[in-house]
């Protein structure tokens, strides 16, 4: 009889936690809600959508007609002649995904070797003047992309303050056509993306132990090797974060190439507009944006592999 | 034979400065790069905002200071009406995206791990992880078929894209803050009766503000900054000042960009310090 009592207790007692953690799922997910729908309408859907008209019949003039086509992918990486139907390889494509990921991977290149000794400077200041540089970092990081590409091109036109100096103190005789090269976007992606590798790295070597590098130097380490391979080993997390950062927006870059390519140096991001444009191919437009996404997230899996050898790493 | 002499006190000489100058964490020419990239991080914004005070017509010709191009901006009834849609827009926004993420924050922290849970995160960070582009052709497709459908051309669309890409920014300053914050207030809350919704408005809230307040204003910044997005998603005669200038910069340049710009970065520079300067008082 008492025993059947406490079981019973025992019975409303883990019911009663059944419902309140019940209650607690659906409080948390009540809450979640209005957020996730707004995503859904405005970030994950489309991409739904766009998979779809992937799969459609451009319109004559834009837009899709409903009927199923494999067409628009066939097109991504083929070229089919308009007079005798010969299948040969979208070189044009190919031409400008094979720039998107040079002129990305240089970026993320030069951001680091630029970054890196910035990131490091600033963890080495004392502690009260850190802040002071990291925040000189930050003000470009939040102003305008496009104010900062602008303030890029006004420099770099052969009427601009660098040629203007080179003039000056006699280094060139002609101006240097810098505008619309892939030089010209090279430099505006990393001046625009370089806060995103200096902060990661940044927030790496701050919790770096300085310890380490006077237990090498104890042992006859030089400093290139103490920067290999302890520094650099350990701190690889905030490179390999802030290489990923770097990367994603330069592939999918769009204000800049516009801007300093002056519409012939195309990146991925103008080829897709232009097929909404003039091209007015919107399932080729969406077929070559899922392309960008399916690279972006081969390059996010990478991340994600790194990160946990990395982290794997520093166990052992 | 003098080199063999004076050998020892080239060494001790160099151990001294050695002790004196030897630092652990020096680098030789990484203060130097940092310099030049702290440099370049500036300097080409200097042209920029010194133009803007042009009297001249031109971006590269110094002719004397003047606010004359601050005058035709103001005057300019373009630039008035993408001003003006540009802080509706980004208000709407940030208002909306800080309620969401707040309430989102507040159901993914401080709570059991729940099935859906990393799906609700991937969602919430998908603004940041898919490149603009492709967010911004995929909202272009789906709202022209809305468009076709219903015929509705208004400023909705323009605020529940801005709202989106919005939300993760916002939640991630609030959700750091959620997560430093224990909840034993809360409790004590609650075991002297208090409801939970007073528990919440009376506890949580006033705790959360700062990490409300960082998220909203970065919100705010966000969508006032968008280019790619708006540019896709607008309907004719809906500019924003960022796409409005980049529809500039295809026709002549004049200093009246200049001195837009000027103004925007003097907004986004303010926004910053604020956010910079409260987040640090709270570290301390």
């Known amino acids: 009889m008492d025993k059947d009592a406490t079981q019973a207790e025992e019975k409303q007692n883990t019911n009663l936690e059944e419902v309140v953690r019940q209650q607690t799922v659906r409080r948390n997910i009540l809450l979640t809600t209005p957020a996730l729908v707004v995503l859904f309408i405005a970030a994950s859907g489309p991409l739904l959508v766009m998979f779809l008209f992937s799969f459609l019949t451009p319109g004559d003039y834009g837009g899709v007609k409903w009927e199923a086509s494999t067409q628009a992918w066939f097109q991504v990486f083929f070229h089919t002649d308009i ?48 802040n002071f540089w990291l925040f000189l970092v930050t003000i470009p990081f939040w102003t305008n992309l496009l104010i900062r590409t602008f303030a890029v091109l006004e420099i770099i036109r052969n009427a601009g303050v660098i040629n203007s100096f080179l003039l000056a103190i ?26 995103l590798m200096i902060l990661p790295i940044y927030a790496s070597l701050e919790r770096f132990d300085f310890r380490l590098v006077e237990a090498g130097y104890d042992l006859y380490a030089s400093r290139l090797k103490v920067l290999k391979r ?23 870059a769009y204000v800049t190439p516009r801007i300093l390519g002056g519409g012939k140096n195309l990146m991925l991001g103008n080829l897709i507009e232009l097929q909404f444009g003039q091209g007015r191919n919107w399932p080729l437009g969406a077929a070559l944006s899922l392309t960008l996404l399916a690279i972006v997230m081969i390059a996010l899996i990478f991340y994600v592999r790194s990160a946990q050898r990395a982290g794997a790493g520093k166990d052992s | 034979m003098y080199a063999v002499r004076s050998g020892p006190v080239l060494v001790k000489i160099a151990n001294m400065m050695f002790k004196q100058k030897f630092s652990v964490t020096r680098m030789p020419g990484f203060s130097v790069v940092a310099m030049i990239c702290f440099f370049a991080l500036y300097m080409p914004l200097a042209p920029l905002v010194i133009y803007s005070f042009n009297e001249g017509n031109n971006i590269a010709l110094w002719e004397g200071f003047s606010l004359r191009w601050y005058g035709s901006a103001w005057e300019n009834e373009l630039v008035q009406g993408a001003a003006i849609r540009s802080l509706i827009i980004a208000s709407f926004a940030s208002v909306f995206a800080t309620i969401f993420a707040t309430m989102a924050a507040l159901g993914t922290t401080r709570t059991k791990p729940y099935r859906g849970q990393m799906t609700i995160y991937a969602m919430i960070n998908q603004p940041l992880m898919v490149p603009e582009i492709v967010t911004a052709v995929a909202l272009l497709i789906l709202f022209a078929l809305i468009k076709q459908a219903t015929n509705y051309h208004g400023f909705a669309y323009l605020i529940i894209a801005h709202t989106a890409f919005c ?34 408005r009376r506890i949580t809230l006033p705790l959360l503000l700062p990490g409300i307040f960082a ?8 969508s006032l900054d968008d280019v790619v997005i708006t540019e896709f998603v607008k ?4 500019d924003t000042l960022p796409t409005y200038m980049l529809g500039q910069l295809r026709r002549a ?24 300067f409260m987040s640090r008082k709270r570290g301390n």
Not at chain 1, 230 to 252: D, M
Not at chain 2, 259 to 271: D, H, N, Q
Request: hydrophobic fraction near 55%; aromatic fraction near 10%.
């Open chain 1, 83 to 130: 007079f005798d139907d010969t299948v040969s390889i979208a070189d044009a494509h190919l031409s400008i995904l094979w720039r998107s990921v040079k002129l990305s991977g240089l970026t993320t290149i030069l951001c680091f070797v630029l970054g890196f000794p910035t990131a490091y400077f600033i963890a080495t200041r004392p502690a009260e003047s850190r």
């Open chain 2, 167 to 200: 939300i993760p920014f916002a939640y991630l300053p609030i959700k750091a803050r959620l997560e430093g914050m224990d909840n034993t207030l809360e409790i004590a809350a609650a075991d002297l009766y208090a409801r939970p919704f007073k528990t919440f």
């Open chain 2, 215 to 222: 998220g909203a204003m970065l919100a705010f910044v966000i």
């Open chain 2, 235 to 238: 309907s004719a005669g809906q």
């Open chain 2, 253 to 276: 340049i004049t200093p009246e960009i200049n001195a837009i710009s000027t103004v925007l970065l003097g907004v986004s520079v303010l926004l910053v310090t604020l956010i910079f």
């Open chain 1, 170 to 195: 006699g280094v060139i005789d002609a101006p240097l056509d810098m505008l619309y090269t892939d030089t010209a976007i090279l430099l505006g992606m990393t001046y625009v993306y370089i806060p």
């Open chain 1, 230 to 252: 302890i520094i650099v080993p350990l701190i690889k997390p905030g490179v390999i974060a802030g290489s990923i950062l770097v990367f994603i927006p330069s592939l999918g």
